[in-house]
């Protein structure tokens, strides 16, 4: 998964697009400068190849790409979380709505998915994760995801579960730095992991985290097999895709060159692996990678494409269901 270069397709673009080794294209807010552009390059995107899944990380708070020209600007998940600590059942409510508003808004414009629910635990000392969590308590976090996975579903959109096993315990941020975690195996699994364990089939997709947890392997999840494969598949028993975090980051150095870490990453366990912001090192990484996803591999990514037809913008806005949810929104974080 690979991004383009600015608001329109490019000739470069389209044959990187084209290329068979590519499998999604992931969106920024510097693709963005209205819907009906939006749209347009979605629609650009499907003409070269339409079996391509159009991603975005789109989580609300400060993650939000699109939040201008009547997208809602949604709230953090931590704000979902604080609401819950006040009236759980209307917690629940608003967090579906959440879900809903945010999948149908973004399938109106042709995406796919977004990468989200975020399921770290907020510990108070990670800078990159802080209200993106929804809570400190697995149990919340896991019920509030589940409501927020319940109104994806509702617009059609899969949902990705991230960062696995669990990144708000490390204070560094990936993007930059190498972050690590030196609590044992027993404090992870029983913590941090137990969203992801507690959702069970009702997790389409997992987003591991960039991070080094040293009492249990030296490579960063994303990379490890002992997290991936041990842990997930077999432990967990998880059945849905795994994407890796973007290995442009700091943290992804670890796997070498490029194409040296997108194949340790997909050779660990990952279904697509991501290159952001770098669409020429993409392309060499297409050129260069050797690797053959297995039947249940693509399997796996065919089952996080949208489910029925998406609605068009104006059919949208007269929908009562997403008039409802959007009232519900408006009356609770004014």
Known sequence: MLDVVGKQLTTDDVRRLAHPMTGGVILFARHFEGRAQLHALTDAIRAVRDDLLI????EGGRVQRFRTDGFTVLPAMGRLGALWDRDVLHATKVTTAVGYVLASELRACGIDMSFTPVLDLNYGQSQVIGDRAFHGDPRVVTMLAKSLNHGLALAGMANCGKHFPGHGY???????????DDRPLEAILADDVAPYDWLGMSLASVLPAHVIYTQVDAKPAGFSRVWLQDILRERLRF???????DLSMEA????GTLTEAATAALQAGCDMVL????????????????FTPSKESRQRLKAMRPRGKALKWSRLMAEPEYQQAKTLLRNTFP
């Open 239 to 245: 059945q849905g895709a795994i994407f890796s975090d």
């Open 275 to 290: 290159i952001c912001n770098q669409p020429e090192e993409a392309e060499k990484v297409l050129d260069a990678l050797r």
């Open 170 to 180: 490390a204070g560094a941020d990936s993007h930059v730095a190498m972050p690590t």
């Open 252 to 255: 992804a150095r670890q796997g």
């Open 55 to 58: 991603a975005v990380d789109h």
